[in-house]
């Protein structure tokens, strides 16, 4: 049951935090992004966006976009799957941010958080125990990331105009955070 979920902090193994993260992540995000009735081209670049940058290889691509499709059924379950997120993640706070992030971003590439999609990433937030003001932060964050990556003309994020390395940002990359 839900309650009990929420009185068992238990945290999971490192395979089944890996699987729940992927699967919720895809799903999630094909549920934000048929929010307003139809996927956009941008939402299905965004999705196939972080599938690149986790370097999926084919059958885990495969498996992503199964995972996208399920999310997009009327009859997908966000509570339950935020729940079983947050559950498994417990001894992990910071994969709840990583992958919130994840869900902003996509949803700022596909439709600029805009309409049906911002009501559900803040209920994402809320089932998370993510505050308001933490994801106003997250998203602010983002949007003036993706203005200085347009503003290089898209020069790859970690590299600075010099072409040496940028000074890292605060967290890690999500390549990092999927190890």
Known sequence: SVMAARRRPSGAGALEISERF???????????????????????????????ELRLDGAQIHAAIGHFTRGKSPDFDLEGTADELRE???????????FLEIQ???????????????????RIAELLDISRLELAHMEAVLRIR??????????????????GQAPSRRGMSLEAAYE
Do not use: W, Y
């Not at 934000?32 to 196939?48: C, H, L, T, W």
């Not at 590439?109 to 559900?120: F, H, K, T």
């Open 104 to 122: 902003v971003r996509a949803a700022l590439e596909g439709v600029d958080m805009q309409g049906p999609a911002r009501s559900v990433i803040q």
């Open 22 to 52: 992927f699967s919720a992540t895809f799903q999630v995000m094909g549920h934000v992004a048929k929010s307003d009735g139809r996927v956009s081209e941008a939402e299905i670049a965004a999705a196939r966006q972080v599938m690149s």
């Open 88 to 98: 498994a993640c417990a001894h992990r706070p910071d994969l709840l941010r990583i």
């Open 146 to 163: 993706r203005e200085q990556f347009r503003a290089n003309g898209g020069a790859q994020a970690g590299q600075d105009q010099r072409g």
